[in-house]
């Protein structure tokens, strides 16, 4: 019998992080690169070079494959629906990936779901927007409902005239809807990755903590420290509804807002923020972290194996990102980040340095959350060219 063929389509660092996982269960790893140099064509040997939207790319690509998944939503839907007409396991699907590809119709599925949400509505006018923003008290924010991460697509407003560029941009021809959303008074963001796989076993590692840099995940804190048991089932409940409730096919990561513990009795105490339907910046604590990690857990959703322990290895682990470097080459850092913290993770990207750009991630466990932090973010600050210990404030 030969290996079972998984196709991915995306050349970035979570194909990259596929790899370690996918030799060790014996399965052949073919993956769509943008690029000979991308991330991901480093280090796996099928990787034929080629765009997301080439219909014949992607084709190839899913030929002989036992599933075809994704490391990013940007895929044309209609290919997809077209290479499952075909017999193509394509997963998670195209009628479930929608909802990660375009925030109104996953707003819209989500509300008919009952899963708690900002209040949100399309916009396609300034009268829209200032409406909008007379209902919610004078702030809001407007997203692009297509295209946006890290930050991007994303604008805070305080009148309806600061969206007029965009809302020009959305009406011209080929442009990209809109939508608002109230401002919402969170107490901090959270996380929740869940796996799902098509004969409908579901897993959910613990709820995680992310903080915010500049609109950028710059740390993860798993599990989410002094997290209410009342919100940690909450959020659970709510990602485990959105995996059923879309029929999502793997590994699925909810961004939540976290609001304030006193509401009343019923209330929501947490409110989906985003979707990502693949392996997400939230679950690279769980390499190290976890007894299976979010690509290990990837690969057996997608292939419909039973799915695997999402104990944590440890009472803490935190994930600090390397978000960009004054090194022109990261691994000179290694030998200083190995004397500093044997006990430190790292996981390079293979990426030219740019400023802000995610490069790589450093994980570190233990029993003392404090310690651990300080750890993480000091290796972190090494990788970036900085001084550790000016990193070690947690702030």
Known sequence: MSAPVVAVVGGGQLARMMAPAAGALGVHLRVLVESPSASAAQVVVDAPVGAAADEAAVTD??????????????????LLERLAADGVAVRPGAAALVHAQDKIVMRTRLTELGVPCPRWSPIGSREDLAAFLTETGGSAVVKTAR?????????????????????AAAAAPGGVPLLVEEKVPYTREL???VARRPSGE?????????VQRDGVCAEVIAPAPGLAEATRAQAVDVAVR?????????????????????????APRVLVNELAMRP???????IDGAV???FEQHLRAVLDLPLGDVTPRARWTVMANVLGSTRAELTDALPAVAALDPGAKVHLYGKDVRPGRKLGHVNVSGDDLADVRARALAAAAVLRGEDPAASTDGD
């Open 292 to 294: 299976t990690s979010q």
């Open 242 to 266: 959105v995996a059923e409730g879309l029929g999502v096919v793997g590994v699925l990561a909810v961004e939540l807002f976290e609001v304030a513990a006193d509401r009343p009795d019923g």
């Open 147 to 167: 295209g946006g991460y890290d930050g991007k697509g994303v604008r805070v407003v305080h009148a309806a005239d600061e969206a007029d560029d965009w809302l």
């Open 280 to 286: 997400h910046n939230s679950g690279h604590w769980t």
């Open 191 to 193: 996380a929740v990755l």
């Open 61 to 78: 690509l899913a030929r002989g494959a036992h599933a075809l998944t994704f490391e990013h939503e940007h895929v044309p839907n209609a």
């Open 202 to 210: 579901v897993r959910a590692w613990p709820v995680v903590e992310s």
